[in-house]
């Protein structure tokens, strides 16, 4: 029986790319349905998909990208898809990866698979400040799981139904991405790596600024250490 596969585009203020982020999608990834999640943009983003008739979930405030991306776990959760992964309303994330990445899922049995852009170091690698944080990020899930992950903050990510349902219920509002491969592994889920190739954004401005990276540093590693803690005690 065929596989039901979702790709989550979660989106706020995507005016600039969405719709050629959407038809990329619709070009290069065969097999996939896809909805946008649309964060209560405050620009031309909801307007943009319902000109095109893209599948859309309008969120009526916003959420932040944990709680759009949830929504879309639920969703395919509740429709009963088998596998999900996220695909930013930025372009960076290419979709034609999206087919190996479920193929090696699937052969491999695995709960996750991340697509990484430092296994064989190739597009566009992020600036210095975000790599120092993405080896410390690294580093620190290393030490408490045991795993080790290169790309820790990627936000190209495909999991199974089990980890859908848990994501769906149980997902972080904040900077989820390594909070929630913490908490996965502390449930003895399997996760990979594939490498991928990034793009810089095709449009927009990223959510975290210079001076959200203290801040994002301490909230995300109190949030890791949590997340250990308290799957240590199940």
């Known amino acids: 029986m065929k596989k039901k596969r979702l790709i989550i585009i979660p989106a706020y203020n995507e005016s600039a790319c969405i719709e050629r982020t959407v038809r990329d999608i619709m070009e290069h990834a065969e097999g996939f349905d896809y909805v946008v999640i649309n964060d209560c943009s405050t620009d031309d983003t909801r307007e943009i998909c319902e000109r095109n008739h893209f599948n859309l979930i309008n969120l009526p405030v916003n959420l932040g ?38 193929e090696y899922l699937e052969k491999e049995k695995l709960d996750m698979v991340i697509g990484s852009r430092f296994i064989e170091k190739k597009g ?8 120092f944080g993405i080896r410390y990020f690294s580093i620190l899930i290393r030490l408490l799981t045991g795993t080790r992950i290169t790309d820790p903050t990627s936000g190209l990510r495909m999991v199974n ?4 349902k ?35 954004r095709m449009g927009g401005v990223s959510s975290i600024s210079m001076k959200k990276s203290v801040y994002y540093m301490i909230k995300v590693t109190l949030a890791i250490l949590f997340e250990k803690i308290r799957g240590g005690k199940r």
């Open 65 to 102: 990208i944990g709680g759009a991306v949830q929504t879309g776990y639920l969703y395919g959760y509740r429709n009963g898809y088998d596998m999900a992964v996220q695909v930013d309303g930025d372009g960076q994330h290419d979709p034609s990866f999206l087919c190996t990445m479920a």
């Open 124 to 131: 566009f690698q992020s600036s210095s400040l975000r790599r």
């Open 161 to 164: 139904r089990r980890v859908m």
């Open 166 to 200: 848990e994501f769906a219920h149980n997902y972080p509002k904040d900077y989820p991405e390594p909070e929630s491969v913490v908490a996965i592994l502390c449930r003895n889920c399997k996760v990979r790596e594939i490498p991928v190739v990034m793009r810089e």
